[in-house]
């Protein structure tokens, strides 16, 4: 049975960080995209997305962590994410857009 997405928003200093757990996907990602637009309102130099407590992400979160990242280069701030458990990080393998995003631990 899916869980329901959850998005906490907090600040270190002048970045913006979304911490997601749950599922990212089709019924899910209207929510990310509400967020992303809340942060991308106010953001600094960066917003950072914590995939560790993700369980299953689908295309279609793919889809809007690739949409939010080409916005982040276009307004000039960078989006960084947090690894995620290793079922997320596949569909990054998967789909050969591991080298887009900027990753951390």
Do not use: C, W
């Not at 019924?27 to 992303?36: G, Q």
């Not at 991308?40 to 295309?59: C, K, Q, Y």
């Not at 280069?73 to 080298?99: C, H, I, N």
């Amino acid at each position: 049975m899916p869980r329901q997405l959850e998005i906490r928003t907090s600040k270190n200093g002048e970045e913006v960080m979304l911490s997601l757990t749950g599922d990212l996907d089709l019924a899910s990602a209207p929510s990310l995209e509400r967020a992303f637009g809340e942060a991308e309102a106010e953001h600094g130099p960066a917003i950072v997305v914590d995939l560790s407590g993700l369980e299953f992400m689908d295309s279609t979160g793919l889809q809007s962590l690739i949409a939010a990242f080409k916005r982040a280069k276009a307004d000039g701030y960078a989006l960084r994410l947090r690894r995620g458990p290793q079922q997320v990080q596949r569909v990054f393998e998967l789909t050969s857009t591991v080298e887009l995003f900027e990753f951390e631990d």
